[in-house]
């Protein structure tokens, strides 16, 4: 990888130029580090947050810094930590003292004490993490790389600074890091580091749910997630985060007749669609949309292998793997339950001469969702028969145009009855009962099927059929 390690327009920039200016005028030193100094090199689109790490008082230099910024935000100081943040424009500055650590065994939070900018390197996860830039006068600008970061930068290699099995036994968070720069940046985990996350993957156990989140969500969001997946499955950090997906591992065969390998499959569906979506909650819904299949196979000749409502489940386990990992059970989850629930539904009207109230039914019942339905299950299609795929694809596209004609008629999307429960009472001079959700459902079925349009007149003209059919009496005065 050719690297960008011309820093001087960067450094003449006007944070760059306060830094400086700051710097100089103070005692205590500083040194800009970690993603911002990797990704510069990188040349990977500029991020905006600065690292600086400080020789000396990082807050007061933060509060110096504030000052020559116009319009920056008063600084937020965290004591405990020792650290200040400054925001300007679009830009986060975070001033941290240089410091040392020392880890317990129960937590991965260290004790801390100050140190120096080699104390401070040593504690960094990788060493493509630990390059640092000197802000200070007497060699501005100057790339500080005590462990080879350039050359590991060169050669996409992910490698800690220290002892990598201490590395990761102090602070397991670090193991999810690991693959997950893998996975964003294409790089590979040197050999060392991944014995030694395949030692230590147990330690995964002490991390809270919502850190290892982070890291499961930035994986999604790179354009190829199945390599962090299958990184996570060889270390043994899968089985202890989502024992769902390994589950799904392994091909079995029973009088001669196979099924697929579903986790093998569902991460190609991810790979997929990745290319189709950037929806975090829809990569979540292909990583678990076929969940529900291992707890469902049977072999049942004379028809081979079954998933029987494998949906329904797997929308259920969807549920408990949300609470499990202490994601929102808010619209969100709901949304991933819909997803993997309804995974099934397209590719069997797909399958089939597709009949209009098919689309219709499908419409209704995924609402707002249906594009995103169509496109999971577009990814969904990972066959290796080239014929297939294209008949696949195009059936696809006939249901996607068929759903536009259906929306252009009847606006299933966001149904609403187009007759209320009040004027059906009205009408028929009722109490709440019974009849009312019959007739009700009478329409909503008509308007399914195709019989009437989705609209108010034919709407009031079918309920009166079927208040007929009820034996109700029409009070035709109260319209
Ligand atoms: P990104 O912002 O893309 O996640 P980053 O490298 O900037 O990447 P941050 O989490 O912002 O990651 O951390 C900033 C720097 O702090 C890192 O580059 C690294 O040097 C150090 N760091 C962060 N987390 C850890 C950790 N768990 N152990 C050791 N060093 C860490
Ligand atoms: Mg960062």
Redesign the pocket.
Known sequence: MKLLKDFSKTLSSPVFKVLQEVIANSDAKGFV???FV?DHLLNRSQKK?I?IVALGSGIDLALAVQKKLPGAKGVQIFKTYGTAMVQWEDIDLEFVGARKESYSKESRNPEVKPGTLEDDQN???FTI??LAISLNPEDYGTLIDPFNGLKDLEQGILRTPLDPDITYSD?P??MM?AIRFATQLDFTIDSASFDAISRNAHRIDIITKERIVEELNKILMTPKPSKGFILMEKTGLLKRILPELIDLKGVEEIEGQKHKDNFYHTLEVVDNLCKNSNDLWLRWAALLHDIGKAPTKKFKPPVGWTFHNHEFVGAKMTYRLFKRLKMPLNEKMKFVQKMVFMSSRPIIIAEEQVTDSAIRRLVFDAGPFIDDLITLCEADITTKNPERFKRYHNNFKIVREKIIGVEEKDHLRNFQPPISGEVIMKCFNLKPSREIGLIKEAIKEAILEGEIPNEQKAAFEKMKTEGKKLGLIFHEKTI
């Open positions: 580090i970690g993603g990797r947050d690292d504690r960094r996860d993490n630990a602070d968070l670090r890091r």
